[in-house]
C-alpha cells in the first residue's frame, strides 16, 4: 500500500489531472463525479454527484438509481424478444417461444380484458360465498392456497434449517394487506394517514367488484380491523430475521394441540399433502391466527377472503382495477405519480410466470461465455482474499477459523443462468391473461408441494437470469449471480479492473460475507442451522457487530425516520465485509503487474472506490424511503456507500482522509469484523 502521504498526493494529482484525460476508459464516467466536493467529506455525493444533479426520477419510478438504469437496458432486450415472439403464431405448441409469446401477447390484449370484465372472477367469489360456517375455513383456504391466492398465512416447502439434505413444509404468518404490522399499529400521523385511505381503497375495490357503496365501506371496515387483529399477532421484520427463534419443528398433531381453533388436520388433508413434521416458523401468531379462526365468525371471513383474492387479481382484470390498485400502492405507499406502461407490466408478468423461458431467450443475446468466465476468476480471487482475511483475524479462535474456512471451501457458485432450464407444465393460451396467470401461479405451488420427500435440487435458481439482483441461499451454502446484474456498471468486460471489483467485486464480496453475517454465520458449510462458533469467538463477534448497529441506527435519511441498525445489520455487515475482501481481492490481482496508470486522473484503488459508490447511486421518493426504512432490510443507497466506506483504512489511503473528516470514523467504533 501506499503511503498516506503519496495517497494524498495521488488524489491532488487527480484533481488537477481530471479535465486533462484524453479519452475515459468505460466504468467510471467523469462527468458523473462532482470534483468540487471533498471525497472524505461525502463520498457518496462526491462520486455521483453530476449523476445526481442530471438525472430524476421518471414519473413511473419511485426510485431510479444504477439497479433501475440496467434494468431498463434489459428490458429494452426483453422488449424486443417479446416484440419478435409474439409477431409469429406458428411456433410448435409448448415450446419456449409459444409460452413466452402466447402470455405476452394475452396479456397485451386489453379489448379482450376489458369485454370479459369480471366474468374470471365469479367462480373464485362463488367459492367463497360458500362458506356458511368458520368450520368450513380450513378447507377454503386450502383451495386458495392451492392456486396462489393470499389468505390468513402461508405454506410452502423448503430445506429443513437443520438438515439441509430434505425437504419440510413450513407454516409462515401472512394475512395483511398492507407492507408491514406497523403500518396497522403505530399512531404516527403517516400510518394513521395510510390506514384510513387503505380501508377506503378497499372499499373502492369492492364497490367496483360489484358491492353497493354502503356495503363496500361496511366490508372494507370488516377486512381492516380482522387484518389489525393478525397484525398484532405477526412477529417484528427484526425477529424475522433470526433462524433460530424462527425453527420450531413440530408434529401435525402438536400444532393441532398448539394452536386451536383451526382444523390444521382438515387444512393439509384438503391440499392432498401427507407431513410427518413441519416447521410452524411463528407460532404465536398461529395461536392467534387459530383463535380467530373460531371467534369471527363466516360473514367476516367471507369479506375479507372476497378483497384479497381481487387485490391479488387487480392487474389481470379490466383497467379500472389496476388504476385503483396503482393509486393506492404505487401513489400513496410510494408517491409514484404515474403507472408504467402495458407492456412493461406485461413484460414484467411474463418474467415472473416464465422467467427461465424468457431467460433463455435473454442471456443468448445479453451475456456471452466470456463475460461468465470473467466473473468466475474475480469470485475465486475474492473467496481467496476472504480464506486470506479469516486465517489473519486477530479475534477469531483456531477452532471456528477452521469451520469458517471449511463454509468458505463449500460456497457453491451460479454464475449467468441455470445449467437446466426449468419447463412450465401448463398451458398458455394467446386469448386468456388472467388464465394464464392462475395456471402459473398454480404450477408454482405444485411445483413446490412436489419437494416434499423428493432430494434436494441443487441446480434450482431462486432468482431469473435477466434479474437485476443476487443472492446467498444460506441452505445451500452458495452465491447466486443472474446475467441481468452482470451489465454496466456493475460489470464491464471493457472496464479497468478497479472499476470491475469496486462494483460487481463489491456485490460479489457482499454476497460471500452474507454467509458469514449475523444470520448467515449461524449455518454451518453443509447448509445446517448449527452453532461453529466457541463462545468466546462469538462474543467477539458480537461486540462488532453491536458497533454496527449503532452506526446505522444514528443515520436519519429522512427527518424523524431513522435507519433500523438491528432490521439491515445482516446487510450492512455484508457492505462492509464485502468492501473489504473486493479490495483486498483487487490488489492481490494485481501482484507480478506493473503499478496501473492514472485513469482520469484517479488511481487504480480511487476508481475501485468509485465504481462502488457508482452502483448505490439513486434518487428515491420520499413516500418509497419512507417504506423502506420501514420493510427493507438493506439501507438506503447513500448509506450503503458513506456508512461501510467511513469504516475501511483502505479508502482512508486511497483519498487521503484525515482525523476529524466525516468520512473517517475513528477507530473506536469502527466495526472490524472481516
Given amino acids: 500500500m501506499a503511503s498516506p502521504v503519496r495517497a494524498s498526493l495521488c488524489f491532488c494529482l487527480g484533481l488537477a489531472a481530471f479535465s486533462l484525460a484524453a479519452k475515459s476508459k468505460p466504468g467510471v464516467d467523469p462527468a458523473n463525479i462532482d470534483v468540487t466536493l471533498k471525497p472524505c467529506d461525502d463520498f457518496y455525493t462526491f462520486a455521483n454527484g453530476g449523476w445526481l444533479n442530471s438525472h430524476s426520477i421518471p414519473a413511473d419510478k419511485p426510485r431510479f438509481g444504477a439497479f433501475e438504469e440496467v434494468n ?64 368450513q375455513l380450513p378447507a377454503l383456504l386450502a383451495k386458495l392456497h392451492a392456486q396462489g391466492l393470499p389468505g390468513g398465512f402461508g405454506f410452502y416447502v423448503g430445506q429443513d434449517f437443520k ?42 375495490m369492492l364497490e367496483l367488484a360489484g358491492d353497493a357503496p354502503g356495503l363496500a365501506r361496511v366490508r372494507a371496515k370488516v377486512v381492516v380491523d380482522l387484518e389489525t387483529r393478525m397484525a398484532e399477532a405477526q412477529w417484528t421484520r427484526v425477529e424475522l430475521r433470526n433462524p433460530q ?17 383451526f382444523d390444521w388436520k382438515g387444512y393439509f388433508a384438503a391440499r392432498d399433502l401427507k407431513l410427518t413434521d413441519l416447521n410452524l416458523s411463528q407460532p404465536s401468531f398461529f395461536q392467534a391466527f387459530a383463535k380467530l379462526a373460531s371467534e369471527v365468525p363466516a360473514p367476516q371471513w367471507r369479506s375479507y377472503l372476497r ?10 382484470l379490466p383497467k379500472a382495477f389496476g388504476e385503483e390498485a396503482f393509486a393506492f400502492h404505487g401513489k400513496v405507499l410510494e408517491g409514484t405519480p404515474e403507472r408504467e406502461s402495458r ?69 457453491g457458485v451460479k454464475i449467468g443462468y441455470p445449467d437446466k432450464w426449468r419447463t412450465y407444465a401448463f398451458d398458455v393460451k394467446r386469448d386468456d391473461y388472467f388464465g394464464n396467470v392462475r ?62 471489483y469496486g462494483s460487481i467485486g463489491f456485490v460479489i464480496g457482499h454476497e460471500m460475507t452474507h454467509g458469514f453475517d449475523d444470520s448467515g454465520s449461524q449455518f454451518d458449510a453443509a447448509g445446517n442451522l448449527q452453532n461453529w462458533w466457541t463462545e468466546a469467538d462469538k462474543k467477539a463477534y458480537e ?95 447513500r448509506e450503503r456507500v458513506n456508512g461501510p466506506l467511513s469504516n475501511l483504512p483502505e479508502f482512508y489511503e486511497a483519498f487521503g482522509c484525515t482525523d476529524g473528516q466525516p468520512m473517517k470514523r475513528e477507530v473506536k467504533v469502527r466495526p472490524a469484523i472481516w
Avoid at 307 to 316: D, G, I, P, Q, Y
Avoid at 463 to 488: D, H, K, R
Wanted: positive net charge.
Fill in 72 to 135: 431498463e437496458r434489459n428490458r429494452a432486450i426483453l422488449d424486443q424478444i417479446l416484440a419478435e415472439t409474439t409477431a409469429k403464431t406458428t411456433w410448435a405448441k409448448g415450446s419456449v417461444q409459444q409460452k413466452v409469446g402466447d402470455f405476452y401477447a394475452s396479456g397485451m390484449g386489453e379489448a379482450a380484458i376489458e369485454k370479459r370484465g369480471l366474468a374470471p372472477m365469479k367462480p373464485l367469489f362463488a367459492t367463497i360465498e360458500g362458506l356458511k360456517d368458520a368450520k
Fill in 163 to 204: 438438515d439441509s439434505t430434505r425437504y419440510m413444509g413450513n407454516l409462515m404468518q401472512g394475512g395483511t394487506g398492507l407492507p408491514d404490522r406497523d403500518y396497522y399499529l403505530k399512531d404516527d400521523a403517516r400510518s394513521r394517514d395510510i390506514r384510513a385511505k387503505y380501508e377506503v381503497h378497499v372499499a373502492r
Fill in 245 to 261: 427463534k424462527q425453527y420450531n419443528k413440530r408434529t401435525l398433531d402438536q400444532v393441532a394441540s398448539e394452536a386451536p381453533g
Fill in 307 to 316: 378483497w384479497h383474492v381481487l387485490s391479488a387479481s387487480a392487474n389481470l
Fill in 343 to 411: 407492456a412493461k407490466r406485461i413484460e414484467l408478468a411474463t418474467n415472473g410466470s416464465l422467467g427461465e423461458a424468457l431467460g433463455q431467450l435473454y442471456v443468448k443475446v445479453a451475456f456471452p461465455p466470456e463475460s461468465k468466465k470473467r466473473v468466475l476468476e474475480m469470485i475465486e480471487n475474492l473467496r481467496g482474499a476472504l480464506r486470506e482475511r479469516i486465517t489473519n483475524l486477530d479475534w477469531m479462535g483456531a477452532e471456528t477459523k477452521q469451520q469458517a474456512l471449511k463454509k468458505l471451501n463449500a460456497f
Fill in 439 to 500: 395456471r402459473a401461479a398454480a404450477f408454482r405451488v405444485q411445483e413446490n408441494l412436489a419437494k416434499l420427500g423428493k432430494p434436494i435440487d441443487r441446480t434450482e435458481w431462486g432468482m431469473t437470469p435477466p434479474t437485476v439482483n443476487a443472492y446467498y441461499n444460506a441452505s445451500m451454502n452458495e452465491i447466486v449471480f443472474p446475467a441481468g446484474i452482470l451489465q454496466p456498471p456493475f460489470f464491464d468486460a471493457s472496464a479497468d479492473d478497479g472499476v470491475n
Fill in 543 to 637: 461486540s462488532r457487530t453491536d458497533l454496527v448497529v449503532k452506526q446505522y441506527d444514528a443515520y436519519e435519511p429522512l427527518k424523524g425516520e431513522h435507519v433500523n441498525g438491528k432490521l439491515t445489520l445482516g446487510e450492512n455487515i455484508a457492505d462492509i465485509g464485502g468492501l473489504k475482501i473486493a479490495f483486498a481481492a483487487y490488489q492481490n490481482s494485481l501482484k507480478g503487474k506493473a503499478t496501473p496508470a492514472l485513469i482520469d486522473g484517479f488511481t487504480g484503488p480511487q476508481r475501485f472506490f468509485l465504481g462502488a459508490a457508482t452502483v448505490w447511486r439513486n434518487h428515491i421518493r420520499e413516500a418509497a424511503l419512507s417504506l423502506r426504512l420501514k420493510t427493507d432490510p438493506h439501507s438506503p443507497g
